[in-house]
């Protein structure tokens, strides 16, 4: 299944990678993606569809997971601050 490119926004000194939300087959090229942007900090804002222990491996800190906000099109947020 083809996927949306990930869109980049900055806002004064924060910047934010809004994606899709990937599964656990899709987990490696996810976090090659992150790291191509400087990701850092992950803040989940819908369910989990992957673990998150291959992400915090990469070095990239899975914050906070939202798991009680949920929305008709599934959205990530991340934040290199």
Avoid: W
Avoid at 39 to 61: F, H, M, N, S, W
């Amino acid at each position: 299944m083809n996927r949306p490119a990930p869109v980049e926004i900055s806002y004064e000194c924060m910047r934010f990678l809004i994606t899709h939300n990937p599964t656990n087959s899709q987990l490696s090229k996810f976090t090659e993606e992150l790291k191509a942007f400087g990701v850092q900090t992950l803040v989940r804002v819908c369910e989990a569809t992957y673990d998150k222990a291959p992400v915090e491996k990469e070095g990239i800190e899975v914050l906070i997971e939202v798991s009680e906000i949920y929305t008709s099109t599934p959205v990530q947020i991340y934040t290199n601050v």
